[in-house]
C-alpha cells in the first residue's frame, strides 16, 4: 500500500498562475481532507469530502476550489495563485467521517512569487 | 470556536530522561484526540488515537491520557532518545470529522 499520495512534491508559481494539487489514497476510505501548514498558524482544514460525491468548505476556503474524483482521488485547484497561499499543503483521508485515524501524505510546498 | 494549545512550544532534554507533552483544548465535546508526529519536511505520523470514551493509549514508550471534562491530555514519552527529536502535534476531532491542531511542540533529543 502506497497509502496517500500527493503530487507534486514542489512547485513555485506566480501571482495570478493557477494550478492543482492532486491527492491518492489506496486504502478504500471514504473521508478525505486537504489542510495547510503555516509557521505559526499550525494546520488549518481548507475543505473536505465526507464521501464521494460530497464537498465542503473547512476554516480557510477562501482562494480554492476541490474535486472528489472518486473514492480515490481529491484534488485541490487554486485559480489565481496569491502570495498569501504561499504554504505546505497537506492531504489526508480517514475510513469513516468520525472517531477513526487521520493518514496524511508527504506534502506539497508551494511558493507563490 | 475549538482551540487547541500546546505546551511548550519547544522543549530540549537529555537521552533517556522520561518527558511530558502538554496539550488543552476549549470545547470538551470532542469525538477523540489524536497525537502526531511530523519530522522536517515530511509528512504527519499517527502515534496515538484515545476515543472520547477512553482515559489513555499506550503504544511501546508512550502513552498519551484524555481527561475531557478538564479539556487536556498529556503525551508520556519514556527513556527519550535521538531519534524523538520532532514535532509532536495534539489534534482534536470536530463534528465535519476533521481535525483541529496545536500549534506543535518541537522536541530535541541530545545524546
Known amino acids: 500500500n502506497a497509502g496517500v499520495t500527493q503530487t507534486p512534491k514542489f512547485q513555485v508559481l506566480k501571482t495570478g498562475q493557477s494550478m492543482t494539487l492532486q491527492c491518492a489514497q489506496d486504502?478504500?476510505?471514504?473521508?478525505m481532507y486537504w489542510y495547510r501548514q503555516d509557521p505559526g498558524m499550525g494546520l488549518r482544514l481548507i475543505y473536505y469530502s465526507a464521501s464521494e460525491g460530497t464537498t465542503d468548505k473547512g476554516e480557510v476556503p477562501n482562494g480554492y476550489n476541490v474535486s472528489r474524483l472518486n473514492k480515490r482521488e481529491f484534488s485541490l485547484r487554486l485559480e489565481s495563485a496569491a502570495p498569501s497561499q504561499t504554504s505546505v499543503y497537506f492531504c489526508?483521508?480517514?475510513?469513516?467521517?468520525?472517531?477513526?485515524?487521520?493518514?496524511f501524505g508527504p506534502g506539497t510546498r508551494l511558493t507563490v512569487l | 470556536k475549538q482551540e487547541v494549545t500546546q505546551i511548550p512550544a519547544a522543549l530540549s532534554v537529555p537521552e533517556g530522561e522520561n518527558l511530558v507533552l502538554n496539550c488543552s483544548f476549549t470545547?470538551?465535546?470532542?469525538?477523540?484526540l489524536q497525537w502526531f508526529r511530523q519530522d522536517p519536511g515530511k509528512g504527519l505520523t499517527s502515534l496515538l488515537l484515545i476515543q472520547s470514551s477512553q482515559r489513555e493509549q499506550t503504544s511501546g514508550r508512550l502513552n498519551a491520557s484524555l481527561d475531557k471534562s478538564s479539556g487536556r491530555s498529556t503525551l508520556y514519552i519514556a527513556a527519550s532518545q535521538p531519534g524523538d527529536s520532532a514535532t509532536y502535534l495534539c489534534?482534536?476531532?470536530?463534528?465535519?470529522?476533521?481535525?483541529?491542531f496545536g500549534k506543535g511542540t518541537k522536541l530535541s533529543v541530545k545524546p
Open positions: 489534534a482534536v476531532e470536530g463534528r465535519q470529522g476533521n481535525l483541529i
Open positions: 486504502m478504500n476510505h471514504n473521508s
Open positions: 489526508a483521508s480517514t475510513r469513516g467521517a468520525t472517531a477513526d485515524t487521520q493518514y
Open positions: 470545547d470538551s465535546a470532542i469525538y477523540n
